[in-house]
């Protein structure tokens, strides 16, 4: 993700107009009536960890089960961050011990998508498997050597499970979610830890997948995960096609976020704004056109900008050009700038401090 994740993580980073990825599966994990849910957040967590300070916003159990956050500490056994998804859950494991819920549900937070997981577990309970790996096919053309890549008998268990391999010879990938019995995840991941093995998939998924019975749960409807600034760019640019957004916001179940006291957007005579998402808080004067706006944006006079995503509280100076850009928050554009994606998409960053022009 380049500099877009050198002041916030991945899972924080804004969506559509004014969500956060972290979001989307946080909100299925609600709509699924998941109560009891754990985040394990490290790098650069500040942002996340605020957007996240309230249960409420996706109505977790408050009295039975609740939202927790855990980030890495300092204990008289470890002292070390965590050095994997393994390690990570490991780290934690006391809160898994003192849960009584059967099945565990583990998943990134940095992918956008709807899912109900009651259907998944409904399939691990009927194909009587160890560990459910959710799956997609990707399209034609999609680089799969990202992904890890899995290979499916007819019945979908998993007979091979590549970790972003040099070549990819599936074109089904693992999601990253995955359902997993209690008791049995704990097992794995203090023989990990005995072994000094930090990785979840590497180390649990891979080694294991001829001595578990590991499956495959295939899903067709949107999903992508925004790794790196093209699909960040094309993720949010998806949004400006009415079916998806009807998918994601006019189609049950909702998804939810944490909300800002913010006035409605202001369209000032003269400004013309197409096809874009613009969200509360924000002034526009100038031209905007298929372009996602997030929370308190302020376009100057004369203004154009194309093709462009504009991160939360930038100030657009008068006369500026933006096209093919993402434009990181709290950033001064000055007037009569203009920055163009020639070869893919810009990712532009003002170093300049607003209060002192």
Not at 96 to 123: F, Q, W
Not at 153 to 158: K, S, V
Not at 237 to 256: A, G, H, S, W
Request: include cysteine; proline fraction near 3%.
């Amino acid at each position: 993700m380049q500099e877009l994740t050198a002041k916030r993580a991945v899972a924080a980073m804004p969506v559509a107009g004014s969500y956060r990825a972290i979001d989307f599966a946080l909100s299925n994990m609600s709509n699924s009536h998941i109560q009891k849910v754990a985040v394990l957040t490290q790098f650069n967590a500040r942002s996340l960890n605020e957007h996240l300070n309230s249960s409420k916003w996706w109505d977790f159990g408050r009295k039975q089960g609740g939202l927790y956050v855990f980030s890495p500490t300092i204990t008289a056994d470890n002292g070390y961050w965590y050095r994997g998804t393994a390690d990570a859950i490991y780290q934690n494991l006391d809160f898994l011990k003192r849960c009584h819920e059967p099945y565990v549900i583990i998943t990134s937070g940095d992918a956008v998508y709807k899912m109900d997981y009651n259907k998944v577990l409904e399939y691990h309970i009927d194909k009587k498997a160890d560990i459910t790996v959710v799956c997609k096919d990707l399209a034609p053309g999609e680089d799969a050597t990202r992904f890890g890549t899995v290979h499916m008998n007819e019945n979908f268990r998993i007979e091979e499970f590549e970790e972003k391999p040099m070549v990819a010879n599936s074109r089904t990938i693992s999601t990253g979610i995955y359902i997993i019995r209690r008791r049995l995840l704990i097992d794995l991941i203090e023989h990990c830890a005995e072994e000094d093995r930090y990785d979840f998939v590497t180390d649990i998924l891979i080694r294991y997948k001829n001595l578990k019975k590991i499956y495959g749960y295939k899903i067709e409807n949107y999903w992508s995960n925004i790794s790196t600034v093209e699909d960040y760019y094309r993720t949010n640019m998806d949004f400006l096609k009415p079916e998806t957004r009807n998918y994601f916001f006019k189609e049950y179940p909702e998804v939810f976020s944490r909300v800002s006291d913010l006035p409605p957007a202001k369209y000032n005579p003269g400004a013309v704004v197409k096809n874009c998402l613009v969200g509360s808080g924000s002034i526009i004067n100038g031209n905007v056109e298929n372009s996602v706006l997030f929370k308190r944006t302020f376009v100057g006079n004369n203004c154009v900008i194309k093709n462009s995503i504009i991160l939360n509280d930038v100030y657009l100076g008068d006369n500026t050009y933006i096209e093919n850009c993402i434009v990181e928050s709290r950033g001064t554009i000055r007037a009569n700038t203009r920055h163009v994606g020639e070869n893919g998409v810009k990712v532009v960053i003002e170093k300049n401090e607003r209060y002192a022009l």
